[in-house]
């Protein structure tokens, strides 16, 4: 017995719930916030009207352009810790050699799972000058003149909160990675290896150029994921030293609820998404600039 085909209307009311639920949780917030922005507002009923006055702070405000550059700091580091070491692993479980290729998936996919501020607070554990495992470590080795008060060091503090962000998601580009790399024709990686092709060699000129697009996709996540980083580095060191670790989500947050301006906060926020999509739409204009140079 044949089944009937689904009604358009049926159709469309399925397509509609996640529609709505989408808008419900990203628009709405966002024009919220842009109608918020014109406004100066401490929170309650009243409000004054004060037109882009906040936009004009903002683009003059030297914590939130020193938050900025924190965020591309942490998505350079991110781009190449997460998706490039991401990338080394795949290439290594890929191989013949490697055995139970599934449980090397599994775990390593583990640490995407933990919530980011169980992860802060698991690095600030290791950090801690007292009972952490880094100057324990050191100590053991003999180098009890390096260990020191990790997360108060202003010079090192973004690099130190960047790790975690590196070994939460490893595994999760790495899984998105490997799914690219299994639809690669083995006759093809074979063939470059009878050419003498090295490891190193199949993976840049064999591999890379193949599953091209899934490694935007992955670096477009990157970005992304970490301009709006926020959870473990407020775990970790709330902005501190002063704001050698200050990034623009926690700036916003600070602004909004910890001082009460819910107007320029908002302003923050639209800046937020602004520079996020100018940092995005930048990245694809290189790459496609790039690809045109080779053709």
């Known amino acids: ?117 169980a992860v802060g607070f698991i690095w600030t554990m290791i950090y801690d000058n007292r009972r952490g495992i880094l100057n324990w470590f050191l100590e053991a080795i003999g180098q009890e003149d390096k ?20 070994w939460q998601f490893i595994g999760y580009y790495m899984v998105i990675l490997l799914s690219a790399t299994s639809t690669i024709d083995k006759e093809i990686l074979e063939s470059a290896e009878l050419d003498g092709a090295s490891a190193f060699q199949r993976a840049i000129y064999v591999v890379m150029p193949m599953i091209k697009s899934t490694i935007v996709v992955c670096i477009v996540l990157c970005v992304s994921g970490n301009m709006k980083a926020f959870d473990n580095i407020y775990v970790m060191t709330a902005g501190g030293p002063g704001t050698s670790s200050m990034v623009m989500a926690m700036y916003g947050y600070s602004v909004s609820f910890q001082q009460q ?35």
């Not at 900025?68 to 490039?84: D, E, K, P, S, T």
């Not at 020191?148 to 130190?160: A, E, K, S």
Request: net charge positive.
């Open 1 to 117: 017995m044949l089944s009937k085909k689904p009604k358009a209307h049926v159709i469309i009311g399925y397509l509609c719930i996640p529609l709505l639920l989408y808008i419900f949780a990203v628009f709405v917030p966002l024009v919220t916030s842009l109608f918020y922005s014109f406004f100066e507002w401490k929170g309650g009923p009243n409000k004054t009207f004060i037109g882009i006055e906040n936009y004009i702070t903002l683009l003059k405000d030297t914590t939130f352009w020193q938050a900025f550059g924190h965020n591309i700091y942490l998505v350079i580091l991110c781009i190449i810790g997460q998706v490039g070491i991401a990338f080394i692993f795949v290439m290594i479980i890929s191989t013949r050699f490697v055995k139970l290729k599934g449980i090397h998936r599994t775990f390593g996919f583990f640490p995407s799972t933990i919530s980011a501020v």
């Open 147 to 166: 260990t020191q008060v990790w997360l108060n060091n202003p010079d090192l503090v973004m690099t130190l909160v960047a790790i975690p962000l590196i």
């Open 261 to 295: 301006n819910m107007g320029y906060g908002s302003a923050i926020s639209v800046g937020i998404f602004v520079l996020g999509l100018l940092v995005i739409g930048l990245m694809q204009l290189l790459q496609s600039v790039a690809t045109r140079e080779k053709e």
